[in-house]
């Protein structure tokens, strides 16, 4: 089973940036459509952001467009989250994940088990 293990986050204020990392632990990573997903405070899971094993497409919730960028490192089994002009609705737990690009429910979307995640925290 592979292992995820993010890091990067922290607090930051409003409008300020933040680079998530997350290290799959096998090759596996290389041939996967992968994500990132986040939960805030007393919310349900959701989608982030994903892209294409080769890095040729990404798409992201509406929310973040424009804000974050997603990006991989398949020689490292590297997954990258950029996130930039961030707001205190931003707050949460990110995790990564493995995504099947068929469907839209996360818990059916996500194929590995969770790593631990990372948090952020935004001040306005």
């Known amino acids: 089973q592979v292992q995820l293990v993010e890091s990067g986050g922290g607090l930051e204020q409003a409008g300020g940036s933040l680079k998530l990392s997350c290290l799959a632990s096998e090759s596996t990573f290389s041939r996967s459509t992968m994500g990132w997903f986040r939960q805030g405070p007393g919310k349900e899971r959701e989608f982030v952001a994903a892209i294409t094993r080769n890095g040729e497409s990404t798409v992201y919730r509406s929310s973040v467009k424009g804000r974050f960028t997603i990006s991989r490192d398949n020689a490292k089994n590297t997954l990258y989250l950029q996130m930039d002009s961030l707001k205190p609705e931003d707050t949460a737990i990110y995790y990564c994940?493995?995504?099947?690009?068929?469907?839209?429910?996360?818990?059916?979307?996500?194929?590995?088990?969770w790593g631990q995640g990372t948090q952020v925290t935004v001040s306005s």
């Open positions: 994940n493995a995504v099947d690009p068929t469907k839209s429910q996360v818990v059916s979307m996500a194929l590995w088990s």
